[in-house]
């Protein structure tokens, strides 16, 4: 990939840091005329949002406005960075629905708050004001998204040519969520079903959605829109088939969460759906006592990984997702995207499925 | 109060409710086309929206429609009707937050979902569960709100007027809701604090930003607008106190929540401020030895019960109510509000402020 698309999708990233840090220290003033108590929420936002992230979906949003022909305007760019906060708001709910501990090396936000509670001698129950603040917390991100769009700047025809597509992908994500929690419930694993998972929470979430977003504010056909549904698709199931093996094998100091995170939250996820269909019976026994076990020491976490590896699951993912970004690389050869667009969409797809993180 | 204007205030209710039962007949097939397993999500956020309900905040956003002058059209009936919605999501996360059983007489949406855990004996944890689903569906109906003003079919000027008031509505409620769980982590009960919050969960949220909603859908001027500040705010507190009152002293079989719910979960209300302030110190040490108890008996609720009327406090707020009401009501002489207005206006006054549930 050539160095002066890597730097554009770097500038993007820079202006769409402005653009959050600015709206987050608007509204955080906002927050204080109405009471001084309201600090630590305004406080743990800001840097929940700020201290980190890839910011994929900006950068989808961004591509997608100039594979379309557009650029980027500062009204563009404040519209595209309400995308981290919707993304904020499902990372605060997810991980207080999985009980997560840690976000990027830190407390998730309602063990923050649980943390407030016990450091402050609050009264009441310190893990009830948690998860009250992460539900608010969430649902202030999400209502803020909506208002940084709508405040952006963009014109009245490009706002109505989003808003169907930003109102879509909310639901799918919400959709997709439910569909991934109540996966969790399932007596047995279903590659098809987990599938349908990855497509929903990521697949159109992070990735098909974003494009369709930026390509409508660029004014782009419904054609070019739908052609972009060629790329996305597999290309956001091979991202989520990423995210698989790194909530198994990623490195802590890297992704910020514990290693073997998602064995011992048991999710459910393609990874395991194809361990399990191809494990030996005494797999099967150390997978079904382990898996899903929140107290797993180092060493069942390594015996599960060696069984994850050993059953070909492993590398049977890593060839997917080989495939599928190959699949999603080879539709930007048709439906009109603009060379430029060519170069950051093939970047992109690098980022979204060869990440440590 | 004339039967013609409650009889105009019951067509509206009933406007709301068709558009609403349209909009969940519509995204509940959507949702099915993405899963089957989203049936439970539908299925529990139609009856939730649909069973019940005052419609209050469509109701002062009809007021505010009909006393800058304007009529209520198809499209600004939906518009109104987000605004149930967004309730919707206020209710299913308050009742998450706060670990109530019950809503309307019926389970709350976690203990639905948790009951749903039960009988289908799923895998997992039921609580975790409910929870999730709860955080989701609430998410899910905050979203839906959205798009249910986004596709109402109002003009692109009328969805630029309202957005702002709409995003500044939202924002409060959660700010309000957050200092609400902070108030029940303080070590003593205050009176302006308890009042800031119901100012803004009440005041604001309920009934001026439902109004300054409908009055910008008709297109009134920024001091028409204004105007509904005097009558909205004091009104708004007159109704968080009435919900105050009807959460210790409310007949269970009509506000569908067991008696004394409030006092069960430690509820710092401006009643309970009150009379904290005023007890005598054998009835603050049997208010601190009962007071958010979860396992209250109905003798110790009478006995609370009995404290806050004896102590004055219960009399003391229904007086404040009346007064604030009183108050709401003669700033309506002012302002340039329509005939029509002023006679909506007052039923809803009374409707928020005088009413069993």
Redesign the interface.
């Known amino acids: 990939m050539s160095s002066a698309t890597k730097s554009e999708l770097q500038e993007t990233r820079d202006g769409v840091e402005i653009e959050l840090t600015q709206f987050m220290r608007e ?1 955080s003033s ?2 204080l005329s ?2 001084p ?2 600090h630590p ?1 305004s406080s743990a936002l800001s840097s929940f949002l700020l201290d980190s992230g890839k910011r994929l979906r900006p950068l989808f949003a961004y591509a997608g406005i100039k594979s379309a022909g557009g650029s980027l305007t500062p009204a563009k760019t404040k519209a595209i960075s309400s995308l981290e906060l919707l993304q904020a ?1 499902a990372l605060i ?1 997810d991980d ?2 999985d ?1 997560s501990d840690t976000r990027r090396g830190k407390p998730s936000i309602h063990r923050h708050f649980e943390s407030i ?1 016990v450091q402050d001698a ?3 129950f310190a893990p ?2 948690g ?3 992460a ?2 917390l ?3 991100a ?3 998204s ?2 940084l769009l ?2 952006s700047g963009i014109s ?2 490009e ?2 040519r989003v ?2 597509i930003f ?1 879509e992908m ?3 994500l ?2 997709g ?3 991934d ?2 996966e ?4 047995n694993t279903d590659l098809a079903r987990s599938m ?1 998972i990855a497509r ?1 929470k990521s697949g159109k979430y992070t990735i098909q959605r974003p494009l369709h977003f930026g390509a409508s504010l660029a004014g782009a056909s419904e054609e070019l829109i739908n052609s972009y549904t060629n790329y996305g698709i597999p290309l956001g199931e091979a991202f989520q088939l990423r995210d698989d093996l790194l909530g198994v094998f990623g490195d802590p100091s890297v992704t910020g969460k514990p290693a073997g995170d998602d064995l011992r939250e ?1 999710k459910r996820t393609a990874l395991i759906a194809i361990t399990m269909d191809r494990a030996t019976n005494g797999q099967l026994k150390d997978l079904k006592s382990n898996f ?1 076990d929140p107290n797993l020491t180092s060493e069942q976490v390594n015996l599960l990984q060696e069984i994850i590896i050993s059953t070909g699951a492993a590398s049977h993912i890593e060839s997917m997702i080989k495939e599928l970004t190959d699949t999603s690389l080879a539709a930007l050869k048709h439906g009109g995207i603009t060379p430029v667009g060519i170069n950051l969409l093939t970047e992109l797809a690098i980022l979204a499925t060869n990440r440590k993180i």
């Open positions: 509204q906002y927050l109405i009471s108590e309201l929420v708001c709910h207080l629905m009980g509670h609050l009264e009441g009830a004001y998860l009250a603040s539900v608010l969430g649902d202030l999400l209502v803020w909506n208002q709508n405040t009245s025809d706002l109505r808003m169907p109102d909310r639901v799918e919400m959709a969520q439910f569909l929690i109540h969790q419930t399932q007596k349908t929903y048991g899903g």
